[in-house]
C-alpha cells in the first residue's frame, strides 16, 4: 500500500476519485489548478452559475493546498506601507479590507458547507530578539491605522502565558488569525464546487495551451475548450507558461508531525491552544493538531532540495522551541512548495483579457487564495474593479537562467544570517 503524502492525507476523509479528462469537452471557463486557488475560483463560478471546467495533474489536493501548515494569518506577507507606496493610501486600505473579507470568508464557507477542518482561532506571532518585537509594535500600529485593533503585544515571562518554552523574548497575540487542517477544507470546498455544477478533472495535466478569443487546453487525454482560462497552480505551474513563471518563485518549505503529546502535555506547552510562527525570514511555523500531535513547520529553500534525514532535522528544530519533547518522535515528515513574488505581495493578473491568474500569496495562502477566487470570479462575471486592485500592484521578476537558483540560494544565506544575528 503507498503511504499517504502527508498527515493530512492520512486523516481528511477521503474523496472518491474523480474522473480524468478524456475527449473534446466545452466550457465558459477552463481553470488549471486544483488547489484553494483553483477550488476557490471553480465553487465562485458555479455559484454564479457560470459553466466550469478543472483541471489537476494530480489529485485535489497534491500540491500546496494540501501540504502547508494550516495556518491562517491576517494581513499579507509584505507590510502595508510596502502595497501603500504601490497603489496609494485609499487603495492599500482597499486591498487590507480584502485581506480581512477573506478570513471572514472562511468560516462563512465552513459552516454553510458543513466541512469538518478542525477551525480553530488564535496565533502568536513571536520575537526571537528586541528587534523583532520592535517591529511586531510597529506591525500593530499600522494595523490599527487600517482600523484593526486585534492584536496584542507580551514580552518576558508572560510568553510563558501563551506558549511553554524560553525561546522566545515576547511576541503579538493576534485573536484573528487562526488554523485548520487545510486538505479538510479543499476537499469540502471541492465538494460544494462540484455540487453547484463545476466539472472537476483529476490527474489531467494541462500539456498545452492555444491562445485565442476561445481558449483551447490540452491534456493527454482531451482537450477543454473555453470563453476564459484562469491559471491557478501557483508554483506547480511550472513551465506552462513562461511569462508568470519568471515572476514566482518556488520555496521548499518542510513540516513534521510527531507522534500524539497526550492531553496534558499538550495543554502545558500551549495553554492557549494557538498556532505560532516566529518573526525570521525562515521561519518555524507549528501548531496542535486536533489529536494533539505537534505539526512543525520550517526552512525555507530556493533550491528546493529535501534535507538528508528529514525527520531527524526537523525533530532537532522542535527540540530548540520545546527541549522537553526529546522523546517524542517525528511520525510525518514531507515538503512542499511555496510560491514567493519578489515583493511578497500576492501576483493577481491577465495575461490576455480573457486570460487571468493569481499567484505567489507568499506564505498567505490559506486565505488570500480564496480572496482570488472570489475576485476572479467577480471579474469574469463582468465586474473587475476589485481585481483591478491588487492588479495595478508591480511585480519584479527573478533572476533567469542559469543564475537564477544560485542568485537566490545566495540571497536566502544572507537573510538566514541576519535572523542569527539579530539584525
Known amino acids: 500500500m503507498t503511504p499517504p503524502l502527508t498527515w493530512y492525507h492520512a486523516t481528511a476523509r477521503a474523496a472518491a476519485p474523480r474522473p480524468t479528462l478524456a475527449g473534446a469537452v466545452r466550457a465558459r471557463v477552463c481553470v488549471i489548478g486544483g488547489g484553494l486557488t483553483g477550488v476557490s475560483t471553480a465553487l465562485n463560478l458555479a455559484e454564479r452559475g457560470i459553466d466550469v471546467i478543472l483541471l ?18 491576517q494581513g499579507y506577507s509584505a507590510p502595508m506601507e510596502r502595497i501603500e507606496a504601490a497603489v496609494g493610501r485609499a487603495d492599500a486600505q482597499a486591498i487590507w479590507d480584502m485581506g480581512r473579507e477573506a478570513i471572514a470568508a472562511i468560516p462563512e464557507r465552513v459552516k454553510r458547507h458543513n466541512i469538518d477542518c478542525d477551525l480553530r482561532w488564535g496565533y502568536l506571532i513571536a520575537a526571537l530578539n528586541r528587534s523583532q518585537l520592535a517591529d511586531l509594535r510597529d506591525t500593530v500600529e499600522q494595523w490599527a491605522e487600517y482600523g484593526y485593533h486585534g492584536p496584542a503585544m507580551v514580552e518576558g515571562s508572560a510568553v510563558r502565558t501563551v506558549l511553554s518554552t524560553d525561546l522566545y523574548v515576547g511576541g503579538m497575540i493576534e485573536p484573528g488569525s487562526g ?20 466539472r472537476l478533472f483529476e490527474h489531467s495535466a494541462a500539456v ?6 476561445t481558449v483551447r487546453v490540452t491534456t493527454s487525454g482531451g482537450t477543454v475548450e473555453a470563453d476564459t482560462l484562469v491559471l491557478a497552480g501557483n508554483a506547480y505551474l511550472g513551465r506552462l507558461v513562461p511569462q508568470m513563471n519568471r515572476k514566482v518563485m518556488p520555496v521548499a518549505s518542510f513540516i513534521g508531525v510527531t507522534e500524539p503529546l497526550g492531553e496534558e502535555r499538550a495543554q502545558r506547552l500551549f495553554p492557549q491552544d494557538v498556532a505560532v510562527a516566529d ?26 532540495t529535501t534535507p538528508v534525514g528529514l525527520k531527524d532535522w526537523l525533530a532537532r528544530r522542535i527540540r530548540r522551541v520545546f527541549p522537553e519533547l526529546i522523546d517524542v518522535a517525528v511520525e510525518y515528515a514531507w515538503g512542499g512548495l511555496i510560491g514567493i513574488t519578489h515583493n511578497r505581495v500576492p501576483d493577481f493578473g491577465r495575461l490576455a483579457p480573457n486570460v487571468l491568474y493569481a499567484q505567489g500569496f507568499s506564505g498567505q495562502g490559506v486565505a488570500l487564495t480564496g480572496l482570488a477566487g472570489t475576485l476572479i470570479a467577480e471579474t469574469i462575471a463582468g465586474d473587475d474593479g476589485r481585481f483591478r486592485l491588487i492588479e495595478q500592484v508591480r511585480h ?11 542568485t537566490l540560494v545566495a540571497a536566502m544565506g544572507l537573510l538566514k544570517l541576519k535572523d542569527r544575528l539579530g539584525w
Open 279 to 304: 518573526c525570521n525570514v525562515a521561519l518555524d511555523y507549528f501548531r496542535l493538531t486536533a489529536d494533539r500531535r505537534l505539526l512543525f513547520g520550517a526552512g525555507a529553500s530556493y533550491s528546493a
Open 208 to 213: 498545452d495551451i492555444h491562445y485565442g478569443e
Open 179 to 198: 488554523q485548520l487542517h487545510p486538505l479538510a477544507y479543499l476537499l469540502g470546498l471541492a465538494g460544494a464546487a462540484e455540487a453547484a455544477g463545476a
Open 396 to 406: 519584479l521578476p527573478f533572476p533567469g537562467g542559469l543564475l537564477r537558483t544560485p
Open 56 to 73: 489537476e495533474a494530480e489529485a485535489i489536493g497534491h500540491g500546496a493546498s494540501g501540504r502547508n501548515g494550516g495556518q491562517i494569518v
